[in-house]
C-alpha cells in the first residue's frame, strides 16, 4: 500500500491562512510556482529555526507569512538522490537515484516541471552544481534548464590553479544562478510560471564572498547560508517588482544538512543520522500579504511531500502513484464537503547507500515512525527523537522487540515502494570515471551494471568505524584547495599508513607530495595510479610543469602529449599549447590548443588562447568570432572577458571594451589587469572622472601594486 495516494483540496486552506473566505465556489487561480533547493544547508542554521547567529531575513520574512515546518527529513542526505524525490514525489526505492553521478534520473520518472508544463506552465530552472546537471537527467520538462558551470581552469591573474571540480564539485554562486534565470522570468507573459533555483553555496568548501567572509570569519557555514538568503532575497524582489510575487506560490527547502563534527562526521553522506537528514522546509502561499499569520508544523514531514503538495495547492489531481502526501492538511482551517479528510500518515523513509556504492562498505535504510528513529545496516541503531534529538542513546538492545517489529516495518515499507524494475548503476565514459573517482564518489570502475538489492542488508563494514577517514579526506582536500600542502601531507599519510588502496587517498597523497617540492616521489607514485588510470589532471598536468620548468621539457611536453591523447582531456592539450609557445613552436601551439577544442568545443580556456592568436596574426573577424562563442559557452570566466576587452580596445571601440572589463572585474573583484584596464579605458576616453574613480577601486585594494603605480603614472601624464 502506497501511503502517499492522497488529495487534498488545499486552496481554501491556504485562503484560510490569509483571508476569510465568502462561500462562492470559484475557479482557481493559476498560481505560479518557484521552488527554492538550498544544497547542504541544516534547519538549525537558519534564523527562523532558533539560530540567534546568524542574519537570514529572507527566509525569516517567508516563515513569518506562510508556514514552517519544524520536523522535515530528507530521503537521502546526498544532493541527487534527494533532489530526484523533491522532482518527482517518489522515494529513491522507486525513482532508482541512489548516489551522486552513479545513476541517471530515467525517463519514466514524471518530475513536477513535467506535470505543470502539460498544465501549460512555463518551466525554468538554474543549479548551481555539477550532481543536478542535465547530463544526469534532471532537466526533465523544464523550457529552459541552465547548468552552465564554470570550473576554474586558471585563476584570473593567469596562475595556473588547481581545478575545483577535481577536489570539489564544480559550482557556481547563487548570484550567477539567479542571472541565468531573472532574463527568462521577464519574458513571461500571462501564463504561469514553474522555476526551480538551486543554491549549491553552503556546500563544501566554505568560502562565502565579501561582506559575508568578514561577517561571519568564525563559522563561513553560517555565512554560505546568509549569502544565500541574500540572493534568494534579491530573487523574490525581482518577483516583486514584476508584480508577480503576491501570484507566487514558493517552496523552499534543502537536500540535507551537513555533520559538523555530530557523530564524528564532519560532511554528509556517510552516516544517516538527523544532522544530515534534517532539513528546513517554508511554504509561502499566494495572495496578499495582508492579515497573514506565520504557521508552525510540528508534525515530521517529508521533502518526498513537496509534489504532491505543490499540486494540491494548485487545486491539481495528485498521481496515486506518489509516495509523497500533501501536507495541506496540517495548516488548512476550512475543508471542502466534498474532499474528505483524510488521516496524515508520519512515517518516512530514508537511505544512505553511498558507502556500499562509493567505498565497498555497508549501507543504511531509515525507517521514521511517529517519535521514533530506526537505522539498518551492519550495526543496527533505534531512537526515541521525543527525548534523544540528538540521536546519542541507541536503544536497540534495551527495546529489542520495537527494534525488530521497526525493522520488519521497514523491511515491507522498502518491497512496498519499490520500483517494478531493480535499480542498476550507469555505466560511465572514461572522464567521468575519473572524475567521481577524484571527488571519492566512485569506488569501483564505473563499468555499471551494478544492481541495488531492495532488501535489508547488514553485511559490509559499518560506515561509522570509516567516517574518520573520510575527515581526513576532507581534510586534506580543503588544504590543498587552499595552497597548504605541507598541512595536508599530515592527513594522507595517516590514511596511506592505514593500509587503504583508495584511489582518491593515493590521489591526495602523491598531490601534496607535490605540492611540498617532493616532484620525485609524486612522480613515482602517479605513474603507478596512471597504471590504474585513476590519476587526475591536475597532479599531472602539474608534474609535467615541474618537469619542464626543472629543464627536462623534451620529456615533459612528450609525456602531456601522450597523456593528452590518451584522455582526451582538453586541459591537457590547452596546457601543452602554452608549453610549445614558451620553446618557440607556435604551429604546434595552435595544433595543441585546436585539439583541446576538438576533445571539448565549450573547453573557454582554450577558445580564448586562439581568439587571441587571431588576433595577434590580423584575423580580426576570426577573432571576433572565437571571442563570442568563448563568452557565450563560459559567461563567468574573468579572464574571457578581460582578454576580448583588450581586443575591442585594441580596435578602437572603447565603450563595448569597458563593458567588459567592467564585467571581468565584477566576476573576479581582486582581477588588478582589469582594473588598471578600466582606468586606461576611461583616460582613453577622456573621461577624467572615470579614470580617477577607476584608479581610487584598484587603490583601495592593491595601492602598492605595479597595476596601480602605472594607472597613476598614466594619469599624471596628462
Wanted: proline share 5%.
Amino acid at each position: 500500500m502506497q501511503h502517499g495516494s492522497i488529495r487534498f483540496f488545499a486552496l481554501t486552506a491556504l485562503l484560510g491562512l490569509l483571508v476569510s473566505t465568502t462561500g462562492c465556489k470559484q475557479e482557481p487561480e493559476r498560481w505560479n510556482v518557484l521552488l527554492v533547493t538550498f544544497d547542504t544547508t541544516r534547519a538549525d542554521r537558519i534564523g527562523c529555526y532558533g539560530n540567534d547567529r546568524i542574519n537570514t531575513p529572507t527566509l525569516d520574512g517567508l516563515a513569518a507569512e506562510g508556514v514552517r515546518f519544524a520536523n522535515a527529513v530528507s530521503v537521502a542526505p546526498i544532493t541527487a538522490p534527494s533532489h530526484s524525490s523533491i522532482l518527482t514525489g517518489l522515494y529513491p526505492t522507486a525513482h532508482g537515484f541512489r548516489d551522486n553521478g552513479l545513476f541517471v534520473l530515467e525517463g519514466r520518472n514524471r518530475t513536477l516541471a513535467e506535470i505543470l508544463k502539460d498544465e501549460g506552465y512555463a518551466t525554468a530552472a538554474a543549479v548551481g552544481a555539477f550532481p543536478v546537471v542535465s547530463r544526469f537527467g534532471f532537466d526533465q520538462g523544464f523550457d529552459l534548464f541552465d547548468d552552465h558551470l564554470t570550473g576554474m581552469f586558471e585563476d584570473y591573474q593567469g596562475e595556473r590553479a588547481v581545478p575545483k571540480e577535481e577536489l570539489f564539485f564544480d559550482e557556481r554562486r547563487a548570484a550567477q544562478v539567479n542571472e541565468a534565470v531573472i532574463p527568462w522570468l521577464q519574458q513571461q507573459g500571462d501564463s504561469p510560471f514553474f522555476l526551480w533555483v538551486h543554491y549549491f553555496d553552503p556546500h563544501q568548501p566554505f568560502e562565502p564572498p565579501p561582506p559575508y567572509d568578514q561577517l561571519y570569519a568564525d563559522d563561513l557555514y553560517n555565512g554560505e547560508i546568509a549569502y544565500a538568503d541574500s540572493r534568494l532575497g534579491h530573487l523574490i524582489e525581482q518577483l516583486r517588482q514584476m508584480g508577480e510575487l503576491e501570484r507566487t506560490l514558493i517552496v523552499m527547502t534543502a537536500d540535507h544538512g551537513e555533520g559538523l563534527g555530530e557523530h564524528n562526521e564532519i560532511t554528509h553522506a556517510v552516516l544517516a543520522y538527523d544532522s544530515t537528514l534534517h532539513v528546513p522546509l517554508i511554504v509561502r502561499p499566494p495572495g496578499d500579504a495582508t492579515g497573514r499569520v506565520s504557521r508552525v508544523i510540528d508534525e515530521r514531514v517529508g521533502t518526498v511531500d513537496i509534489v504532491p503538495t505543490v499540486l494540491d495547492v494548485l487545486g491539481l489531481d495528485v498521481p496515486a502513484e506518489l509516495h509523497g502526501q500533501s501536507l495541506a492538511s496540517l495548516w488548512r482551517d476550512v475543508v471542502e464537503e466534498d474532499k474528505p479528510e483524510v488521516a496524515y500518515e508520519p512515517r518516512y523513509y530514508a537511505e544512505n547507500l553511498s558507502p556500499r556504492l562509493t567505498h565497498g562498505w555497508g549501507e543504511l535504510r531509515v525507517l521514521y515512525e511517529g517519535d521514533m528513529k530506526y537505522i539498518h545496516g551492519p550495526r543496527p541503531e533505534l531512537y526515541d527523537l521525543s527525548v534523544d534529538p540528538h540521536e546519542l542513546e541507541n536503544l536497540v538492545a534495551d527495546r529489542s522487540e520495537q527494534a525488530r517489529e521497526m525493522r520488519g516495518n521497514l523491511a515491507t515499507f522498502i518491497r512496498e515502494h519499490a520500483a517494478s524494475e531493480p535499480t542498476q548503476t550507469q555505466a560511465l565514459d572514461p572522464e567521468l570515471v575519473q572524475r567521481l573517482q577524484s571527488l571519492g564518489y566512485l569506488h569501483g570502475s564505473g563499468e555499471g551494471g551494478l544492481e541495488v538489492r531492495e532488501e535489508l542488508q547488514d553485511d559490509g563494514v559499518p560506515p561509522h568505524e570509516r567516517v574518520s577517514d573520510i575527515n581526513r579526506m576532507s581534510a586534506a582536500k580543503h588544504l590543498l584547495f587552499q595552497g597548504r600542502p605541507a598541512e595536508a601531507l599530515n592527513y594522507t599519510e595517516a590514511l596511506i599508513e592505514g593500509g587503504s588502496e583508495s584511489p582518491l587517498y593515493r590521489e591526495l597523497h602523491a598531490a601534496a607530495l607535490a605540492g611540498t617540492g617532493r616532484i620525485d616521489e609524486a612522480w613515482e607514485m602517479v605513474t603507478d595510479t596512471r597504471s590504474g588510470n585513476v590519476g587526475s589532471e591536475s597532479l599531472v598536468l602539474t608534474l609535467a610543469v615541474e618537469r619542464f620548468q626543472q629543464g627536462d621539457r623534451e620529456a615533459a611536453i612528450a609525456f602531456l602529449r601522450e597523456f593528452s591523447d590518451r584522455r582526451e582531456s582538453a586541459r591537457a592539450s590547452w596546457l601543452l599549447a602554452d608549453l610549445f609557445k614558451v620553446v618557440g613552436q607556435d604551429g604546434e601551439a595552435l595544433k595543441a590548443l585546436e585539439r583541446a577544442l576538438d576533445f571539448d568545443p565549450e573547453f573557454v580556456p582554450a577558445r580564448v588562447d586562439k581568439a587571441v592568436h587571431w588576433a595577434r596574426l590580423g584575423e580580426f573577424e576570426k577573432a571576433d568570432a572565437a571571442f563570442v562563442r568563448a563568452l557565450r559557452d563560459g559567461p563567468y570566466y574573468a579572464k574571457g572577458s578581460y582578454n576580448y576587452g583588450a581586443f575591442l580596445f585594441e580596435s578602437g571601440r572603447l565603450m563595448e571594451a569597458e563593458e567588459y572589463f567592467e564585467r571581468a572585474r565584477e566576476l573576479a573583484p581582486r582581477y588588478l589587469k582589469a582594473h588598471f584596464a578600466l582606468v586606461a579605458v576611461h583616460h582613453a576616453r577622456h573621461d577624467r572622472v572615470g579614470a580617477e574613480a577607476a584608479l581610487a577601486a584598484l587603490q583601495r585594494i592593491a595601492p602598492d601594486s605595479s597595476e596601480a603605480t602605472a594607472a597613476a603614472q598614466l594619469l599624471a601624464g596628462d
